[in-house]
């Protein structure tokens, strides 16, 4: 999608639409070093105008935000179960994901197309085919008035009751799973529920992720 | 426990120790103004020396990382879960945990103490009882090797593969599912083993509270 | 291009693309009220793979820097020369330049997409049509060995002796002129060779841009 | 007190109370490096909810305040004057006091803390016993109305018309003096009896330091 | 000596030298509002080369340092203490300290720069004359070797046992008394040479001051 | 000028006094190293009170103004260009420009004194003699009114319709042109009026900068 990544691409779920890249550089963070693993990592931005009225740049608050923060923390943690470290060799993944236009899941939108440049990054750059393990998607559940719905939009976001993201592996094991509710509490019975929901568009999405990559 | 704060209290589980304090002001943060509500807000920080080796004040090093953000933002969400905000009327609630010394759960020792110090203070400053639904409280459950483990310890934290924290109400209802494979991903029956334990957790903890609140 | 911004574009020049929007905001910044007059304003940033390695987001660096700062101030600089700011009345334009790919002339590319957003924007929220004076585009131009060359590529940039950057109406007339010495100082001569080159291709890109708005 | 930090105490005098801990790390800053020397640093905090209302994070606010500067600066020059930074070798003790609750005298309560636990620290750390060539307290005095006194509390101090610190060691010199006059200037009898005042305060110190520590 | 302060000064001692500017603005800061008192506040700051080695900017490291910090509020309480805030009103004088050149002593001469041009400041902008009780200024002291010295160059300064600042009063009562052993402690007799020393030299820095004013 | 730098020189022009002093310092910054040139690098700033009005410090709001970088980053230009940056070796010289007092041009007057100071520094410390290829200075010009004006007053610079700075060697060579309309757009013949006007007035300054030298 784009020229200069080693690996990139345009995800769009709705209205969300989001430009995925990754970079694969030498060298890992210090912490890292002389363990023979490699790293992966992930940032998360949105243009100022990505959603219905202007928000400010980070960059000139002078800080990033807790909600920007957490994001890039579970992007780069999901990235990073599926993939074979130690075949990543001393390299650092950087993944960058970066909101154009925002209509609820930006963050799953992210994870899964993170997914798809990473595997195209890696393809590209590491001899003996990429370390990747299995494929690794992420979904929006939630629950809207009483009705369980996938890959809530904007609208619905902001109205639903439980909010939940689910970050699955192509064999069916969960990466994350975190349930919040917005207004009222949500019993056991809806949990099951949302978990059965998200898992059914999780294994959609990989299915898309392998048409969109030739495999 | 203070003489200053409307409501405190310390928590120690296992090796944690965590001071809670509510503080409660007259006002509302700007975007709440004239809708008749209050509010909750947490702020969440640790000691330098809480770990087992020192790690620097985020005040020196001029920014407030990433973890503490999500803490602070989960610790504010669970508590909001269960007040009555219209009946607080034109008051914010902060509420400060300071970890002492850490051994693993801090940021469930932390919601746990807090909702203490929470129903503490509004005891004291709100006429006609605190405006509180139920009790909440959370537990930190993890799979270490492959057994299920209530209230993971620092030792067991670091080696567990999966580290869930479930926040939920005296009703049995969840505010917060967060479940996080930090090595191998995890089937859908160990979620189910774990939502179990954590549940039987919480329940236990809200027992607790209320006899440290002499209810 | 997009479905949020008042105006927005896509400018492609060589391998170079920026996405412009324009927000329109009611309000004027403080020191402009009551003096009956709008105000443009802009905000530039290119993504951290714009370029062909990777650079650190502003975000997390925790500042804007020096050359952003200067690029952001001669977009709003040019922009609004050309606006009647007094029949803008009690708004503020936000203009964003985000940087998708940079080959050279960004900052060029972005003040000419800047004014078809800006056109777009205001003809969408002012009644009685687009307070525009004229059209204003910018070009740069350079001496690359001892060749003068417009619209120079990433490639060419780099090893140019003098960059020069026009920023010019429709009626002929500059906004700015900057040129830069990279090595060797220039004589008047060479100035003079890049002012009738740099005009030419202003006018082209004028020629585009009304173009592109159906104009 | 607690269970990480090599030495660590918690000091009550009057309202106020502080806990100290003191960490030994390998290492010095690198203006010391290949010297011979170590080195004692120290930092100084006030939980959020020690005052009466409520107080910002310095975390939160983004910068250390000037007060805070100041204080941390004492503490560490107070204890470096009593070590034999040689005998320390190539260690760094980082004392840290973090105010759990407020009531006049924070600064003096932490040295004198701060010097138990540094003897804590170093007895359990340094072969050979600690290097402390004597020990070192502090005390506030002030002037109240017309009366000096000892161990200002916070409702004495917001109305002393002189306010004054005496750090001094076991064998009665001084470290450090600092006299302010808050309203009115001081003459020279008011600055001797406060000295006299503040040396017997501080030789009080110094025999329950040495009860604490079991000497 | 400059142009647009409402008072200004260069003081020279020794190789140190200050400006020292005084600037009066209507208003006052938030917390004296409606009390019918105004305030005198400063700020100090070093020019990057008046050292022998070139130091960095505070504004290129983004923050004000803690010796800035103490020195700030060391000059802003000397010259309120002489001052009639109520005779002030409803004003806040800014007072602007900045070293050219640093040889010792500059938070010393600062103050004593600053009350020449806070009392010129006054002068010209108060009705009935400038609301200043008494004058006030600041010596340095210490002990280098074992002799007591007055008005220390850099020299002295860096290898004095003591370094002790006096700001006093024309009326001969002290505003602050700051003593520090950099080295070895002090004791009581060498810290009544030492006030003795630095009183005299006050005296004859008032002396001084009215002279420069013409009075 | 100054005692301590290696090159110092005070310049004023109308109402403008700019401090400028040459620190040269041993290293380079990294990416030079072992390239065997140096590196000559400025910063600029205003004392609060050089304006009319007081301004806040750059240090205080912590951090540096955009107009502030596009000025540090034009006079290290202007500087670098005239330059032997191979004979100069392995060192950086610091060029910091410190504004007393602001009367319009405060940018060229930098330049141009920074040029004296440079000299001045490089002969004292570069064996063999400076390594400057030729002079460089630097005017200002506008059109106010409809008269171009060679160095305007800060009077002038607010009302001009076209602002233009000129940075020119002494062969008559650009290293940088910069023009502004700051209200109407300026034609092609007033840039040239402008350009003549700006390059008497650089070989003016070129004369007065070798007679301070003594050259």
Chains 1, 2, 3, 4, 5, 6 share one sequence.
Not at 48 to 73: D, F, K, L, M, Y
């Amino acid at each position: 999608f784009l020229d200069h990544p080693e690996g990139s691409c345009l995800i769009a779920t709705g209205g969300t639409r989001v430009i995925c890249t990754a970079s694969v550089e030498d060298g890992v963070p210090h912490w890292l070093r002389g363990k023979g693993r490699g790293w992966v990592t992930a940032e998360y931005a949105m243009l100022p105008r990505a959603t219905h009225t202007r928000s400010a740049r980070e960059s000139a608050r002078g800080r990033v935000g807790g909600r920007t923060h957490e994001i890039q923390r579970l992007i780069g943690r999901s990235l990073r179960s599926v993939v074979d470290l130690s075949r990543l060799g001393d390299r650092t993944v950087w993944v960058d994901c970066d909101v154009l236009q925002a209509d609820g899941g930006t963050r799953t939108a992210a994870i899964t197309g993170a997914m798809v440049a990473l595997h195209d990054a890696l393809s590209r750059t590491i001899p003996g085919g990429p370390p990747i393990l299995e494929f690794v998607a992420a979904a929006s559940v939630g629950i809207v008035g009483t009705f369980p719905v996938l890959d809530l939009s904007y609208a619905e976001d902001s109205t639903a009751e439980v909010d939940m993201n689910i970050v699955m592996t192509e064999s069916g094991r969960f990466v994350e799973v975190q349930g919040t509710a917005e207004g009222e509490p949500f019993d056991r019975g809806a949990l099951d529920t949302l978990l059965d929901l998200g898992s059914a568009g999780v294994r959609e999405l990989i299915r898309i992720q392998k048409a969109a990559l030739g495999l």
